[in-house]
């Protein structure tokens, strides 16, 4: 995509000056895809987002990506506005809630024989204080942009993922080598799924990536880093630029990205978590 003929307010907008945060969100089909099985949901005012990319195809990828982002979005509402257990973390409210998704795509399958063999990954964050607690399963990826260094903060859960970790294989190859979405941690496979979760301390000026593999499939990291580079924090160009660039590639998946950026630290009262301890106190 030649940018080269957008002004330097367009490229370098910035955040609403209202909010030491801004969240926007892109989905789109792709090229090839004859349905969207992507799902997205975001809380700018309450701090947390959350994606999912589901599998099954005919078989109800998209019922399963969507049971995901509402079973998690809804333990983020609760929990914003409702009293829960003193003592109780963002990771508790975020792994639990993916663990329930998991349970209800299992549910849901078993109740629709239709749908028997559908999953999701899921890839979430709820800003806590002055950090950022990511929770995945499977291969959407989180990553932050400062400084004008691209950061992967997941590691997928994936076969090649596993090959690059023994050695058998470099990332550079990783980008061409067959069986790129072959996963060994998904939602919907199994009664029970292991969570990865881990907090990362924010940083003021950084954009945080969330997104399915129909972007980073398509477009490399550095093409990624470039495009941050090239559109400063303006959220709304920077989110419809790479889906452009993935579509440009070839879109052979569905394209979800999630945007976060971060104009100022919130301060310990300003997240929902935050404001939730207050009460509580």
């Not at 969100?25 to 700018?44: I, P, Q």
């Not at 028997?116 to 990553?143: K, P, W």
Request: some cysteine.
């Amino acid at each position: 995509m030649d940018l080269s003929n957008l002004d330097d307010d367009v490229l370098n907008g910035f955040p609403d000056e209202d909010h030491p945060v801004s969240i926007v969100t892109r989905t789109d089909v792709g090229k090839l895809r004859s349905r969207n099985e992507d799902a997205v949901a975001a809380s700018e005012t309450n701090g947390w987002l959350v994606l999912a990319d589901g599998m099954g195809g005919y078989r109800g990828g998209d019922v399963a990506a969507r049971i995901v982002v509402n079973e998690v979005s809804a333990a983020f509402e609760q929990a914003a506005s409702a009293t829960i257990r003193i003592g109780r973390t963002i990771e508790d409210v975020l792994c639990e809630a993916i663990r329930t998704a998991n349970r209800a795509v299992l549910r849901e399958a078993c109740w629709r024989p239709s749908l028997a063999g559908m999953g999701s990954t899921v890839v979430a964050g709820a800003i806590d204080d002055g950090e950022l607690i990511v929770a995945h399963v499977g291969d959407s990826r989180a990553y932050c942009f400062a400084d004008g260094v691209l950061e992967q903060l997941t590691r997928d859960h994936s076969l090649l993922q596993e090959r690059i970790d023994e050695g058998m294989i470099s990332a550079a190859e990783a980008q061409t080598a067959p069986g790129r979405n072959l996963l060994t941690r998904a939602l919907g496979v199994a009664p029970e799924v292991e969570v990865a979760c881990m907090r990362h301390r924010l940083v003021r000026g950084g954009l945080y990536l969330l997104c399915s593999d129909g972007l980073t499939d398509m477009v490399d990291d550095s093409e990624i880093a470039l495009t941050f580079e090239s559109v400063g924090v303006n959220l709304d160009l920077a989110a419809d630029c790479l889906v452009q660039l993935a579509n440009d590639r070839g879109g052979r998946d569905n394209i979800t990205v999630a945007l976060l950026a971060v104009r100022e630290l919130p301060v310990h009262a300003d997240g929902w978590f935050g404001r939730l301890v207050v009460r509580l106190r």
